[in-house]
């Protein structure tokens, strides 16, 4: 059996959920399939709005930015439905009333907790869409709510799976309906508590989402499909020249994925590796074109991969009184890291000064800067650029730098970070 991912933009407009469901139904010729799919478009960014207004009491508003996001799934119904609108409706339905019911209330926990029993209504909504569509086409196909199967703790937008209890589930719910030659459709990026509180893997999580059922179903192979020919070597919407690279390893992957490059979830191969499952990347535009295979084998020669991150804060935590920012010093920063849930893209380590770049979230920043303040003196800098490029020579480096003004550097034997001022786009 296979296991298929559909990001938010290859579901976005009528005809992109029309191709999403040819590809579909193609493949389950060939087998059981189990097809993950992220919210449409822009929709958890409009659910986040939603988030931000309710945990602000502007309960107005928050309830006005959801009609928006109701009213696009409505309409997507509207022109892709006929047989199955209503039975369609009946299930919008629920989820409407889901966050509504919250929506009329008062914000009374923590914001991570509203945030993830907001947004993962995008998931719900997208899936619901695209099953009835499936069955609208006479695609035996049936839905799942992974959050009848994904079993996690409470850390809530960072979840962590119980991964004894969702295999468990998996094997239950999911194994005989792939055995009746079903398409079984199901959300990416969110579980739920014991306590049946939704939760949220991390942003972008549909990707790992999808690798822990290829794992628990010992899958054939796993495929993302994006809205590029393959994984390429850059942002091509940066980088006009950005080749593709055809074959790549899990570590490779996995790097670039931590250097922040927008290719997979960067937990998304460990569920993979563990089962020598195969990764490939395809285009849903194109689905001809061969993509990317992603594979325990190593690939030489390389082509440099550069990764561009805007949007990044730097702040310095120094030494009071001149002391070493020794082992236990940062071991109270990462303990702060932790507590907040907030990773740091690149450190540096100094005599009396410890440095660290984040992506710039303002609230998180600001509680990070006054925790620390009890220890350190505190220094924030915003409006930086991280760049990176894996496999660099001369000639990369200087195109990367050009015009740029540099605030920090790191470089190994296969990869160069620069820190600059943040400049716009490369």
């Known amino acids: 059996m296979q296991v298929f991912k559909f990001g938010g933009a290859s579901i976005?407009?009528?005809?992109?959920?029309?191709?999403?469901?040819?590809?579909?139904?193609?493949?389950?010729?060939?087998?059981?399939?189990?097809?993950?799919?992220?919210?449409?478009?822009?929709?958890?960014?409009?659910?986040?709005?939603?988030?931000?207004?309710?945990?602000?009491?502007?309960?107005?508003?928050?309830?006005?930015?959801?009609?928006?996001?109701?009213?696009?799934?409505?309409?997507?119904?509207?022109?892709?439905?006929?047989?199955?609108?209503?039975?369609?409706?009946?299930?919008?339905?629920?989820?409407?009333?889901?966050?509504?019911?919250?929506?009329?209330?008062?914000?009374?926990?923590?914001?991570?907790?509203?945030?993830?029993?907001?947004?993962?209504?995008?998931?719900?909504?997208?899936?619901?869409?695209?099953?009835?569509?499936?069955?609208?086409?006479?695609?035996?196909?049936?839905w799942l709510d992974v959050r009848d199967l994904f079993r996690t703790d409470n850390n809530f937008r960072e979840a962590n799976l119980e991964w004894a209890t969702t295999a468990a589930a998996v094997e239950k719910a999911v194994k005989p309906l792939l055995l009746q030659n079903l398409t079984v459709v199901t959300q990416g990026f969110i579980g739920a508590t014991a306590d049946n509180e939704s939760t949220t893997l991390g942003r972008e999580g549909s990707d790992f989402s999808a690798a822990i059922f290829a794992n628990m179903l010992d899958a054939q192979s796993q495929t993302i499909w994006k809205d590029v020919p393959s994984v390429m070597n850059a942002d091509p919407r940066l980088f006009t020249d950005a080749v593709a690279m055809p074959t790549l390893s899990y570590a490779e992957i996995i790097e670039m994925a931590y250097y922040g490059a927008q290719v997979i979830h960067p937990k998304t191969i460990k569920p993979l590796f563990e089962k020598?499952?195969?990764?490939?990347?395809?285009?849903?535009?194109?689905?001809?074109?061969?993509?990317?295979?992603?594979?325990?084998?190593?690939?030489?020669?390389?082509?440099?991969?550069?990764?561009?991150?805007?949007?990044?804060?730097?702040?310095?935590?120094?030494?009071?009184?001149?002391?070493?920012?020794?082992e236990q010093a940062v071991g109270q920063l990462y303990q702060l890291f932790e507590t907040l849930h907030?990773?740091?893209?690149?450190?540096?380590?100094?005599?009396?000064?410890?440095?660290?770049?984040?992506?710039?979230?303002?609230?998180?920043l600001e509680q990070l800067a006054q925790a620390a303040a009890a220890h350190f003196d505190v220094q924030l800098q915003k409006g930086l650029q991280l760049l990176t490029i894996r496999?660099?020579?001369?000639?990369?480096?200087?195109?990367?730098?050009?015009?740029?003004?540099?605030?920090?550097?790191?470089?190994?034997?296969?990869?160069?970070?620069?820190?600059?001022?943040?400049a716009g786009a490369v």
């Open 12 to 142: 976005n407009t009528v005809e992109r959920i029309n191709n999403v469901a040819q590809i579909v139904q193609n493949a389950a010729r060939q087998g059981p399939l189990m097809v993950v799919i992220s919210a449409m478009g822009k929709t958890t960014n409009g659910l986040e709005k939603v988030v931000e207004a309710f945990f602000a009491h502007r309960q107005e508003d928050a309830l006005r930015l959801f009609e928006q996001v109701k009213n696009q799934h409505l309409t997507l119904a509207k022109y892709l439905l006929v047989v199955q609108y209503h039975a369609c409706l009946e299930r919008f339905a629920d989820f409407f009333t889901e966050a509504e019911w919250l929506l009329h209330d008062k914000p009374v926990r923590e914001y991570d907790y509203y945030y993830d029993q907001i947004v993962c209504i995008g998931e719900l909504l997208s899936t619901t869409l695209v099953h009835h569509v499936l069955l609208e086409q006479k695609q035996a196909a049936a």
């Open 276 to 326: 020598r499952i195969p990764l490939m990347v395809k285009c849903f535009l194109d689905p001809q074109l061969p993509g990317t295979y992603i594979g325990p084998a190593a690939v030489k020669h390389l082509p440099p991969v550069f990764i561009v991150k805007s949007n990044q804060a730097m702040l310095q935590f120094s030494s009071r009184n001149y002391s070493f920012v020794g």
């Open 342 to 364: 907030i990773r740091p893209n690149l450190t540096q380590n100094g005599a009396i000064s410890f440095t660290a770049i984040f992506d710039d979230k303002p609230e998180k």
């Open 391 to 422: 496999h660099y020579n001369a000639e990369a480096i200087a195109r990367l730098m050009e015009g740029k003004t540099m605030v920090l550097e790191q470089k190994t034997a296969t990869t160069i970070q620069a820190v600059c001022l943040d």
